[in-house]
């Protein structure tokens, strides 16, 4: 198994090496990461089975439930989601072997519409480079025939989790903007297999530290992320200015606000910092679904005044995509403060 992993991941060794060339500043970044004190703990946990729940009392706990773990963690679990084990058993091992390939393959091939990425290639620094490899993929892509090439059985697999992904999503996005006082159809509209995605993650065993990043922290430019993960752990989030290590549930669905539910809530839901950490010696995998916005769409609040400027999705991701491509960062929504 050694032998199979080395061969096929890609070179983030070359990679991360070059950036440590700077002696003063890998040592200050080793010396503060070690001095980090991280606390593990339990996401707040929601039965969604509630939500179809005949006594109307039972149903509005889960809403109450849902909106209070938004706004005070950004993140939550749920269980009895409606999507079975045997689909995310089949997921993971196909994942699996797609990521086994030779990493040359995975980047010539045009596998999954050529959407496979590796590392921070570009990082200017340790602190913003990331430990892992992803296919990153729009639905709309997924039932490409020319995209699978040997793993013709993965396409299935995936056109059946995005449509039980998008169904959790919505409702709970729905459940989300009810507790507001929406009244309006089908919150958030024009979020669709043209705008949506699902990621396919990989974080190699990881030879430098454990204090590696296996994804550098950020905020999530969607609404809504779904997220499966294995039982390794590594997922950590911000919660009350300190870093806390998210517990793994194998029962469970992980579910986290994006800035895009942030704004569009006026800040009542919180789009939390989160990272994952580089485990030394196993390999770490995650799926993860967004729930996206065409990039015309305005995102607007639910009340008034708003707190921040109205804009388009698409003006988002490219003030997002400048502001990485100048500092190396992202900064989000302050950007968009009135």
Known sequence: MQTLLSV??????????????DLKSTMKYTHEANHEVVVECELPQIDLSNLKSANRGERQKCVVAIAKASSEWGFFQVLNHG?????LDDMRREQMALFRLP?????????????????????????????????????????????????????????????????????????????????????PENCDERTCFLRLNRYPPCPFSSETFGLMPHTDSDFLTILYQDQVGGLQLMKDSK?????????????NIGDLFQAWSNDIYKSVEHKVMANGKVERYSIAYFLCPSYDSIIGSCKMPSKYKAFTFGE????????????????GLPRFLL
């Open 316 to 331: 988002f991701r490219k003030q997002v995509q400048d502001d990485v491509k100048r500092t190396g960062q992202k900064v």
């Open 83 to 87: 999507i079975s084990h045997e689909l």
């Open 8 to 21: 096929c991941d890609p070179p983030l060794a070359e990679s991360y090496r070059a950036l440590l060339h």
């Open 103 to 187: 990493f040359q393959k995975k980047v010539s091939s045009r596998l999954l519409n050529d959407s496979y990425r590796w590392g921070t290639p570009t990082a200017p620094s340790v602190k913003q480079f990331s430990w892992s490899e992803a296919f990153h993929v729009p639905l709309a892509k997924i039932s490409d025939d020319c995209s699978y090439g040997e793993f013709s059985s993965l396409r299935d697999v995936m056109e059946k989790l995005t449509v039980a992904m998008s169904e959790v999503s919505r409702t709970l996005a729905g459940v989300l903007a009810e507790n507001l006082g929406y009244t309006g159809h089908g919150f």
């Open 243 to 255: 870093w806390v290590a998210v517990k793994p549930n194998p029962d469970a669905l992980i579910v």
